[in-house]
């Protein structure tokens, strides 16, 4: 899915992702790592201590077509997320997404996923769409 950028207020977490699931105001948090980049490039550094002490869950996949690894992190009870958003990517990867879901669609589970409010999920869908089409009007 085409990273898109969110409106003024809504998001994203970057750089509090680990604070946030800390206090139990976040349940996942989701980064990439492309070739060459490591742990304080992707963000995910500080992740390592609590996966270790079993405060945080990690779940990954590498996709040796993109030599992309998806690092997926989660509060314990939460890893049906993780699961889950991994599963759709390797769908998203192979079409088998687009199959079934929309592009909104897509992006209301992944905002689920994360853990962000309904309304804001909806304030980014409509956000998204208001660039697609002035772009498409120019």
Do not use: Q
Not at 36 to 44: F, S
């Amino acid at each position: 899915m085409p990273k898109r950028t969110p409106p003024p207020g809504i998001g994203p977490h970057n750089g509090r992702e680990l604070e946030m699931m800390l206090r139990g105001e976040k349940p996942m948090a989701l980064f990439s790592a492309e070739p060459g980049m490591d742990a304080e490039d992707i963000g995910d550094a500080r992740f390592k201590l609590y996966v270790a002490e079993g405060y945080i869950l990690k779940f990954s996949h590498f996709d040796p077509a993109t030599s992309i690894e998806e690092r997926c992190y989660c509060l314990p009870t939460e890893e049906w997320r993780c699961k889950l958003s991994l599963l759709i990517s390797r769908m998203g990867r192979s079409g088998e997404a687009f199959d079934v879901f929309t592009s909104n669609d897509l992006a209301r589970l992944e905002g689920t996923l994360l853990g962000y409010p309904k309304g804001d999920i909806e304030v980014f869908i409509a956000h998204a769409a208001s660039r697609t089409s002035s772009r498409t009007n120019e």
